[in-house]
């Protein structure tokens, strides 16, 4: 099972949320540069990038510490957050993206997904299906959406999707566990990989999630709180 530390990007600063809430974040560094080379260290495979500006204001806001990011580390980086167009595609990757994930896109122009895969590839094009209640949730996670988080996943793969991330953001920055039977109801009933996100908090989640057949799993909070630590995380999933 792959492990995917992530760096959620505010301001220029890395910070993580509670429940996708702008108004309750905390701020782990001013510096998310080193904190990519402390994971490449670790023995992650790859980093899970997330623009949260990018998510609100629909374009990459935080490029600049993007780029400083890809070019310190030499471990593949993805990027979700405000990519809703070809154009957001290109420049993630003259950016040194490895792949992006298309969110709130692939509810409100699913033809573009196929247009993306068309274009770029299905290893450099991921969906992020984020849900509440079984429910997708857009626009950085302000609105629910009326299709459920399997409708919308068996459609993607439809269009040539291979990989879905699943966060459940009522759990995501709580350290509450992750949402394994809809994680892996998502895998059984779509046959696609599953990468799980959202309420990881310890190393059991992780032995659970890997013991249940998900492919990857995205670390956030749980390592910037020392609930894991990500060198003996690799060791024991890898």
Same mark, same amino acid.
């Given at each position: 099972?792959?492990?995917?530390?992530?760096?959620?990007? !505010?301001?220029?600063?890395?910070?993580?949320?509670?429940?996708?809430?702008?108004?309750?974040?905390?701020?782990?560094?001013?510096?998310?540069?080193?904190?990519? &080379?402390?994971?490449?260290?670790?023995?992650?495979? %790859?980093?899970?990038?997330?623009?949260?500006?990018?998510?609100?204001?629909?374009?990459? +806001?935080?490029?600049?510490?993007? &780029?400083?990011?890809?070019?310190? +580390?030499?471990?593949?980086?993805? /990027?979700?957050?405000?990519?809703?167009?070809?154009?957001?595609?290109?420049?993630?990757?003259? /950016?040194?993206?490895?792949?992006?994930?298309?969110?709130?896109?692939?509810?409100?122009?699913?033809?573009?997904?196929?247009?993306?895969?068309?274009?770029?590839?299905?290893?450099?094009?991921?969906?992020?299906?984020?849900?509440?209640?079984? %429910?997708?949730?857009?626009?950085?996670?302000?609105?629910?959406?009326?299709?459920?988080?399997?409708?919308?996943?068996?459609?993607? !793969?439809?269009?040539?999707?291979?990989?879905?991330?699943?966060?459940?953001?009522?759990?995501?920055? %709580?350290?509450?566990?992750?949402?394994?039977?809809?994680?892996?109801?998502? !895998?059984?009933?779509?046959?696609?990989?599953?990468?799980?996100?959202?309420?990881?908090?310890?190393?059991?989640?992780?032995?659970? /999630?890997?013991?249940?057949?998900?492919?990857?799993?995205?670390?956030? !909070?749980?390592?910037?709180?020392?609930?894991?630590?990500?060198?003996?995380? +690799?060791?024991?999933?890898?």
């Amino acid at each position: 099972m792959i492990l995917l530390p992530a760096i959620d990007l !505010k301001d220029g600063k890395c910070v993580r949320l509670r429940k996708g809430n702008f108004d309750e974040k905390t701020v782990y560094s001013d510096k998310p540069w080193e904190i990519a &080379k402390e994971f490449e260290d670790a023995g992650a495979q %790859m980093i899970h990038l997330v623009d949260l500006d990018g998510a609100i204001a629909g374009h990459s +806001v935080n490029a600049d510490v993007i &780029k400083k990011i890809t070019s310190l +580390v030499n471990i593949p980086c993805e /990027l979700g957050g405000g990519i809703r167009n070809k154009d957001s595609i290109e420049a993630a990757v003259n /950016l040194g993206i490895s792949r992006v994930i298309l969110g709130t896109i692939a509810v409100s122009d699913p033809e573009f997904v196929t247009e993306a895969v068309e274009t770029f590839g299905p290893e450099k094009t991921v969906v992020g299906i984020d849900a509440k209640d079984g %429910m997708v949730a857009i626009h950085g996670w302000d609105t629910v959406s009326n299709v459920t988080s399997v409708e919308l996943a068996l459609d993607m !793969k439809r269009r040539g999707v291979r990989t879905v991330i699943y966060t459940d953001i009522s759990r995501d920055g %709580m350290l509450s566990g992750p949402n394994i039977e809809q994680t892996l109801k998502l !895998k059984n009933e779509t046959g696609m990989t599953v990468i799980a996100s959202g309420g990881v908090s310890c190393l059991d989640d992780l032995i659970r /999630l890997r013991d249940s057949g998900i492919d990857g799993s995205i670390i956030g !909070k749980a390592i910037y709180e020392n609930k894991i630590d990500l060198r003996e995380a +690799v060791r024991r999933l890898n």
